[in-house]
């Protein structure tokens, strides 16, 4: 059976993962440090989907690490399953939620300045931008992936 | 080769296309017969996203109503590819689109009623609903024709 890069166990899927965090934590954390996010149902759906990608992301990148540390890669059909199902859904959710917010932050700063002081609409958007990059990466790992699995 | 119903040229493709084209095109209608639509940046992408839709679902239609006459299902692996290219990306499109628009529409209702009177904002509301239930066809359409491809 030939090696995919990017599918599970290998170090591009590691480092695909480790994007996948750290971009989601920075656009959690970009919105949930504002104050108000909780008064728009996009911004709350956002910091809900980010809530779940951040402990699914985490979790593969320590099980990618593990296997390049031990050489062994995995390779169990039914743990592969699962993994290409909850990248896809977790990958159309992020989605989901990074047009949702991009579209509201729009409205906010075209329809009416004192909805939305400048400095805070920028950090709307930076999260916004940090969940559409979250998503481009998750969208790679399950497309790797889904790949990788008529193989096995 | 077995026969994955749902993929290019069976009956139950042509249900699906045919919905795809109804739903579209009854999302474009509610939102664009309204007439404050361009004044929002997600209704226009919505109005673009379904004006791309709608040609390529009621294109499919058609070859897959003539294979289903002639009894010759479509088998060329390049097209085959090329569609299942194009469905993945407009049903990312249309995700996207009934996203952004049904946020919008939510912070528009909740917001202040002054911007949007209630007998328009259902009608956005209508038109987000029809986006979404295209988009579950179009990635219903695209899921299937992906199954059949690895058997070519």
Chains 1, 2 share one sequence.
């Not at 590691?14 to 149902?41: I, P």
């Amino acid at each position: 059976m030939e090696e995919v890069p990017g599918s599970v166990g290998t170090s591009a899927s590691f480092s695909l993962r480790l994007g996948q965090t750290v971009f989601s934590t920075a656009s959690l954390l970009f919105m949930s440090l504002g104050v108000e996010f909780y008064s728009y149902t996009a911004f709350c759906y956002l910091v809900t989907v980010m809530g779940l990608v951040i402990p699914w992301s985490f979790t593969l990148a320590m099980v990618d690490g593990y296997s390049v540390l031990v050489k062994c890669p995995l390779r169990q059909p039914g743990i592969l399953v699962i993994i290409v199902i909850g990248d896809w859904v977790l990958s159309l959710l992020t989605l989901a939620a990074a047009c949702s917010t991009a579209s509201v932050v729009d409205l906010l700063l075209h329809s009416n300045s004192s909805y939305c002081p400048l400095k805070l609409c920028r950090r709307y958007q930076i999260s916004a931008a940090m969940a559409f990059l979250s998503w481009f990466l998750s969208f790679a790992s399950s497309l790797l992936n889904l790949w990788l699995l008529p193989s096995l």
